[in-house]
């Protein structure tokens, strides 16, 4: 049985998009395989805790489709699915591996841990505790009885190679000598990340373990873990890391890294799986655009490649306006209408709909575009006083149109322009100025048709 999952921090006010790219490739394994996929809430670290976060990352991989089987807010067999309330789980578990002596308690102060850290990097070392505490166990016992803080310890073994297989990385190895003896458990009682998800993907029988190429260090420690509880390793496979396109790790200045802002911005859930699924990865027949459907039937794991993917916004705002432009008339009336709080005129935005249909990216793209549509501009992209005397005219001779059709108000337009000599172009930028208030709009006279006469004719009245 095929199980995965994420174990998202509730440290953010939302998921990463990269932690969403994690999710879909978790996602897409348990469904090939019809799986399980499982969310795991790791609270662990209760001072970087960010209130609401937990809340709105279920909420935003909800609305993203990603469908998961277990999570706090959905039951399942291995509950409870948030690690603050596995406390006394990971307790005895963290004694098991100090009865096999594979961890051990620690109460050195805060001092010594600085002093050893400073002498490491003076000599250009790695800083690594120094096992003071493993040879004065029964000592550090009675004054940890005495009330003294303490923390437990990863008893790390000494010039031991320690090997594992990722699925998109092959085979890694590592001496045990490049490991610090890591802190299992804290003084607050609760277990750190290490302890937390060997423990905790060992009980939830997660057969897969995919997660970011960042925890690919951490592994090696997990490996030391499983094999001092006696546990069969689950299979590993460590996740490209999103970069932007120059390389730089993702960041907030260069590409907004919240996955709801895509949403909020009108980007279509199914076109942002759709780029994430190329990340690192490619069709097998190299198509770019596939239904969910379709990267289910057709991905295999072992095929993602261990470069750092770019994730070019350019590029994903290409594939959603694809997406957009796919879609059958009255869902993408029904989208802008909802994107819109159902604030605009539904029978304005039907009609306007065919004009911008080929333009827009994203559905936050509609508004500023058709803006004029619902109500007069209030201010212009070019000066019209000069042109006075010209939209005065323009005014009249639309006036008498009585046929208020595109192509009509079109040849009524074209032909005075020829008889007044004034340039089409500059004759139909004033126009669309006077009429849009922008140099760059839907077709003017579709757009005109639609405002209706005397709404133009209103707009032409401008002095
Ligand atoms: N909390 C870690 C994260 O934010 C989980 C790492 C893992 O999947 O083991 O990605």
């Not at 990722?166 to 299992?184: A, C, F, T, Y």
Request: proline share 6%; glycine share 4%; charged share 30%.
């Amino acid at each position: 049985m095929v199980r995965t999952r994420i174990a998202p921090s509730p440290t953010g006010e939302d998921i990463h998009i990269g932690n969403l790219y994690t999710a879909l490739i978790n996602w897409v394994w348990a469904k090939k395989n019809k799986g399980k996929f499982i969310i795991r809430i790791e609270d662990t670290d209760q001072e970087r805790l960010v209130k609401g976060s937990q809340q709105k990352i279920l909420e935003t991989i909800n609305a993203f489709g990603l469908h998961y089987d277990e999570a706090p807010d959905r039951d399942g067999p291995y509950k409870p699915y948030r690690q603050s309330e596995r406390l006394p789980i990971y307790k005895k578990h963290v004694e098991e591996l100090i009865r096999k002596g594979a961890a051990y308690y620690c109460n050195c102060s805060k001092e010594r841990l600085a002093q050893i850290r400073r002498i490491a990097l003076k000599q250009k070392q790695i800083p690594k505790y120094d096992k003071h505490c493993l040879s004065r166990q029964e000592e550090v016992k009675e004054e940890i009885k005495k009330g003294k803080p303490f923390v437990i310890r990863l008893n790390v073994p000494e010039n031991k190679e320690i090997k594992f297989r990722d699925v998109i990385r092959g085979e890694v190895k590592i001496m045990s000598d490049n490991l610090d003896d890591q802190v299992l458990m804290k003084s607050d009682g609760f277990p750190t990340y290490h302890l937390a998800v060997v423990v905790d993907d060992y009980l939830m029988k997660i057969s897969h373990v995919i997660r970011a190429e960042e925890w690919l260090s951490s592994t090696p420690k997990h490996i030391l873990l499983y094999e001092a509880f006696g546990w069969p390793l689950p299979i590993f496979a460590h996740v490209p890391i999103l970069r932007n396109p120059d390389h730089s790790k993702l960041s907030k200045r260069k590409n907004p890294v919240w996955a709801s802002w895509y949403l909020e911005q009108g980007y279509l859930p199914e076109a942002v799986l759709n780029y994430l699924a190329l990340m690192g990865w490619s069709h097998p027949e190299q198509k770019e655009i596939f239904l969910m459907s379709e990267f289910v039937e057709v991905f295999d794991l072992k095929d993602i490649k261990a470069v750092g993917p770019a994730f070019d916004r350019v590029k994903l705002e290409w594939m959603n306006g694809e997406y957009l432009r796919k879609l059958p008339i009255s869902n993408f009336q029904f989208l802008i209408t909802n994107f819109y709080k159902n604030k605009l005129p539904k029978d304005i935005v039907i009609k306007t709909i065919p004009l911008i249909r080929e333009r827009i990216k994203k559905l936050s793209d509609y508004l500023p575009l058709c803006e004029f549509f619902f109500k007069k501009p209030d201010r212009y992209d070019i000066d019209l006083s000069s042109k006075k005397e010209l939209l005065v005219k323009v005014r009249k001779e639309l006036e008498r149109v009585k046929e208020w059709k595109a192509d009509t108000i079109g040849q009524t337009m074209q032909d005075m322009a020829n008889r007044e000599k004034v340039k089409t172009g500059e004759f139909f930028m004033t126009l669309r100025i006077a009429i849009t208030g922008k140099k760059i709009s839907p077709p003017l006279n579709e757009s005109m048709e639609i405002l209706g006469k005397e709404e133009c004719l209103a707009r032409l009245d401008i002095f």
